[in-house]
C-alpha cells in the first residue's frame, strides 16, 4: 500500500480508493487523507455516503435471498466428500 499525499487528493483519486476506503483496506495514513479531504469536499463526501449505502443495501437485499433446495443439497454432499 502506499500513502498518496494530501494535495494529490482530487475527486478521481477519492473515487478509485472508494472501495478500499470502505473496505477499510488503505493505510491508515492514506484513510485519514480521504477524511480530512472528504470533510472539505463536498461531492466526494456524497460519493462515499451514497456509495456506503448503496453497499449495505446490497448486503441486505442478498441476505434475503434463499439458495434453491437442490443447490444446498448438492453443495451438502459436496463439502461431504470433501471431507
Ligand atoms: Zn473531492
Known amino acids: 500500500?502506499?500513502?498518496i499525499p494530501i494535495s494529490a487528493f482530487?475527486?478521481?483519486?477519492v473515487q478509485s480508493l472508494l472501495d478500499a476506503f470502505i473496505d477499510n483496506e488503505l493505510l491508515v495514513e492514506t484513510s485519514l487523507d480521504i477524511i480530512r479531504h472528504t470533510s472539505r469536499c463536498h461531492n466526494?463526501?456524497?460519493l462515499i455516503r451514497d456509495a456506503t449505502s448503496l453497499r449495505l443495501r446490497v448486503q441486505l437485499a442478498v441476505q434475503k435471498i434463499e439458495a434453491p433446495a437442490h443447490l444446498?443439497?448438492?453443495?451438502?454432499?459436496?463439502?461431504?466428500r470433501l471431507r
Open 1 to 3: 500500500m502506499k500513502t
Open 10 to 13: 482530487a475527486r478521481g483519486k
Open 44 to 46: 466526494c463526501e456524497t
Open 72 to 80: 444446498c443439497r448438492n453443495l451438502s454432499q459436496l463439502i461431504s
